[in-house]
């Protein structure tokens, strides 16, 4: 045997960017651990990082194309593959127009340098406007937010969560997402650190999740009511003369107009509402007006509610009045040596609502519908219906709404393919499935997620594992349908460039460049290279025409009767008297690591968390098996009884319900779970953003 060699890399599972040092012996995987001189995570790592393993070796992993026939699923050829696809495809647009092909695009794409370069000229070749993806089930009144207020989507503000004194976090959990929108390996000791240098956590949360039982304090609120709170706050920091904006003061647009409409949200009118009691959130703003840094973070309970978009619009607000914007230890923009932002320019108008879905007329952004909508567009018949469909990377039938109700949209699709690793609960109803290299077998740079970063740093991988002659990799896949949809030459440049090629013209191009930034000096620097702490940069990032930061854009004031009408309280259906939410697991992200055998052994963690009042209501006790309803599906589900839930709610993790037939997913069928996705609503979105609507879903609870 040759000798045993080390290789560095970031993980790839979720968005930390957690440095490994992974131990191999030919192609044989020894140890996977964390890189101690990594610049960023320090040698931390979360258990997900071993999985990395388990994905290269999984039996059930499929490596090259496969067709659906009504006998079963058959091996082809890639040259095979691709003709009959691309021929399906043209005939189809052909006959029913261009849009009668869509394309849905997963989390995993995030997370895989080829794909996150080669998606967009990908996409353009397909020649259709009906894209989708998991963002509209996740962050897409970030980006809104974003779009509005500074003039590009991507111009995401991070906390400063390394120097702030104060953080307010609101629906998020980032001891176990490692962040989410706020790339933070190590979330654990870095919240330590706050509280080592004498600042304060406060969660306010439905649920007492890990991060609110490491906080200095955790208030429970009723779900969907955070707009409320944001917006006393708001109130309170105008009712005491406390707007700060430091050096924003001639950047901000709109400041009289919020203090205007932040009247009506005094904490006294607002707290009955969401559970707060008045005195506490003035306690809160309090304390965020006189931190000497502080900074709020809104997360996933707060993006996918009906109330997303107002949520992280308010969120901005709160910490540019409180004079805590591009400013240390408050929310501030990364500067990435890959620099998404680098050919947009000032006053570029938006694509946020240039085109609406037909059935429910839902905004288009960021060059894509959403997701909630696409199996009412499959569905229904007219000018302008799905009939044909390419999924990279993702799951929708776990991971989108009425999950169920989209697996019954695929099934009347004329063609489908999926590229993907595993035959699962989405691609079972593909025609062909396409195969992509994972995880080792690909290089790695994270482009989206360096965007997102509560520091500036910069790594790149080379594959740890080079892939055999019969697989392709995943942008591999994506140039060769593309060529092949615009009939492209075969001696066109689309057939000779390499993600390699454009990341390195993107580093020399960035503001890095004249320091020499390279793909070279990465390659030679395989542990990463830290750029630094965040830096005030708004002047220089901030994309509006005017140069000024919008801080009351119009789509907002018009979305507040929806709002105001919470207030009214209207009458709760008895037939649902819960409030379901959802919940992140440490060893689970979505729906992409329920094959691993290490990540679900041991006890079962898809349970139903309910509260030991609610319980003894319902005559239910622990480990009990229960039914919960919701008005478009039901599943069967142990019971957990704690108080870490709030009275009234019920809490289940997401990203489960590996339990279907025609799936090959061998581990997952030892510990399936259920999919919360089969209760929640399609039809409930955040009108403003479009995007889904999963936490404050009502539902029943009885005994099986």
Request: glycine content about 8%; proline content about 5%.
């Given at each position: 045997?040759?000798?045993i060699?080390?290789?560095?890399r970031n993980?790839n599972i ?33 258990p997900?990082?071993t999985a990395l ?16 026939t ?8 890639w040259?095979?593959?691709f ?15 261009k ?29 259709t ?23 590009a989507?991507?111009?995401?503000p991070v906390?400063d969560?390394d120097?702030?004194?104060?953080m307010l976090i ?8 490692n962040?989410s ?16 240098r004498?600042?304060k ?5 439905p ?13 429970f ?6 707009a ?8 309170c ?9 430091r050096?924003?003061a ?7 107009g919020l ?6 949200y005094?904490?006294?009118s ?11 959130i003035r ?6 007006i ?6 709020c973070y809104?997360r ?7 109330f997303?978009?107002l949520?992280?619009w308010?969120t ?7 004079g ?22 000032r ?6 609502g240039?085109?609406?879905?037909r ?6 952004f960021?060059g ?8 009412e ?7 302008g ?14 991971s ?6 989209l697996a019954e ?12 690793i595993?035959?699962?609960?989405t691609?079972k109803?593909?025609?062909?499935i396409?195969p ?15 965007s ?7 790594k ?14 995943d942008?591999?896949?994506?140039n ?8 492209a030459?075969v001696?066109?440049?689309m ?30 620097n395989?542990?990463?290279?830290d750029?630094g ?14 140069g ?6 119009q ?21 649902y008297p819960?409030?379901?939410?959802g919940?992140?697991?440490v ?13 679900v ?5 898809c349970?139903l968390?309910?509260?030991?009042e609610?319980?003894?209501?319902l005559?239910?006790?622990?480990g009990q ?9 039901a ?32 581990v997952?069928?030892?510990?399936p779970?259920?999919s919360?996705?089969?209760l ?13 609507a ?5 539902v029943?609870i009885?005994?099986?």
């Amino acid at each position: 045997m040759s000798e045993i060699k080390t290789h560095y890399r970031n993980c790839n599972i979720c968005e930390a960017m957690c440095g490994l040092e992974i131990k191999y012996q030919d192609k044989e995987i020894l140890s996977i651990k964390g890189d101690q001189k990594d610049p960023f995570s320090k040698g931390y790592n979360c258990p997900k990082a071993t999985a990395l393993q388990d994905f290269y070796t999984d039996k059930d992993r499929l490596k090259t194309p496969i067709r659906r026939t009504a006998t079963g699923w058959e091996d082809i050829s890639w040259d095979e593959a691709f003709a009959e696809i691309t021929e399906k495809f043209k005939s189809i647009q052909h006959e029913h127009g261009k849009n009668a092909l869509a394309a849905y695009l997963g989390n995993p794409n995030a997370h895989n340098v080829g794909n996150s370069i080669f998606l967009k000229p990908f996409l353009k070749s397909l020649g259709t406007i009906n894209r989708f993806s998991s963002a509209s089930a996740d962050q897409m009144p970030h980006h809104v937010a974003s779009n509005f207020m500074f003039g590009a989507g991507m111009l995401i503000p991070v906390p400063d969560i390394d120097r702030t004194d104060f953080m307010l976090i609101i629906g998020g959990n980032p001891v176990v997402s490692n962040g989410s929108m706020m790339t933070a390996p190590n979330v654990i000791g870095r919240m330590k650190a706050i509280q080592k240098r004498g600042g304060k956590i406060v969660v306010v949360d439905p649920r007492r999740t890990r991060t609110a039982k490491i906080a200095d304090q955790h208030l429970f609120i009723r779900p969907e009511k955070d707009a409320l709170l944001l917006f006393a706050m708001v109130h309170c920091v105008f009712a005491t003369n406390s707007v700060n904006l430091r050096h924003l003061a001639n950047m901000v647009d709109g400041l009289d107009g919020l203090e205007n409409i932040a009247k009506d949200y005094s904490p006294e009118s607002v707290a009955a509402h969401v559970g707060i009691a008045a005195n506490d959130i003035r306690t809160l703003a309090d304390e965020m007006i006189s931190a000497d840094s502080a900074v709020c973070y809104s997360r996933m309970g707060a993006s996918t509610q009906t109330f997303g978009g107002l949520c992280q619009w308010l969120t901005n607000a709160l910490n540019i009045l409180t004079g805590n914007f591009d400013r240390a230890g408050g929310a501030m923009f990364p500067q990435p040596a890959f620099d998404l932002l680098r050919n947009h320019k000032r006053g570029h108008k938006s694509s946020f609502g240039q085109h609406e879905t037909r059935v429910r007329k839902l905004p288009f952004f960021n060059g894509e519908f959403p997701v909630a909508t696409l199996a009412e567009e499959i569905q229904t018949a007219g000018e302008g219906q799905i009939r044909s469909l390419i999924t990279v990377a993702g799951n929708p039938v776990l991971s989108s709404p009425s999950g169920h109700k989209l697996a019954e949209a695929f099934k009347g699709l004329d063609y489908m393919v999926s590229v993907d690793i595993y035959l699962n609960e989405t691609t079972k109803y593909a025609n062909i499935i396409l195969p992509g290299t994972t995880g080792v077998e690909n290089a790695q740079f994270d482009i989206f997620f360096n965007s997102f970063s509560v520091r500036n740093t910069v790594k790149y991988s080379a594959p740890l594992f080079e892939k055999e002659d019969y697989q392709r990799s995943d942008w591999q896949i994506l140039n060769e349908l593309s060529a092949r949809m615009t009939d492209a030459p075969v001696d066109s440049p689309m057939h000779k460039i390499t993600p390699e090629i454009i990341l390195d013209m993107e580093l020399k191009k960035s503001a890095y460049g004249e320091q020499g930034m390279s793909l070279q000096k990465l390659i030679d620097n395989p542990h990463g290279i830290d750029i630094g702490p965040l830096m005030p940069c708004i002047e220089e990032r901030i994309k509006t025409a005017a140069g000024k930061v919008n801080l009351l854009p119009q789509l907002y004031v018009d979305d507040l009767p929806r709002l105001n009408a919470v207030m009214v309280q209207p009458a709760r259906d008895e037939n649902y008297p819960f409030d379901l939410i959802g919940r992140r697991l440490v060893k689970s992200h979505n729906t992409w690591t329920q094959n691993s055998d290490r990540l679900v052994k041991g006890r079962n963690p898809c349970t139903l968390e309910v509260h030991p009042e609610d319980a003894k209501v319902l005559g239910i006790t622990k480990g009990q098996l229960v039914t919960v309803s919701s008005m478009v599906g039901a599943v069967h589900i142990e019971v957990v009884i704690t108080d870490d839930i709030q009275q009234g709610i019920v809490s289940m993790p997401q990203g489960w319900g590996h339990n279907q037939k025609g799936t090959k997913m061998s581990v997952a069928a030892t510990q399936p779970g259920v999919s919360i996705n089969d209760l929640t609503d399609a039809n409930r979105v955040d009108t403003l953003t479009g995007n889904a609507a999963f936490n404050g879903t009502p539902v029943a609870i009885k005994v099986a």
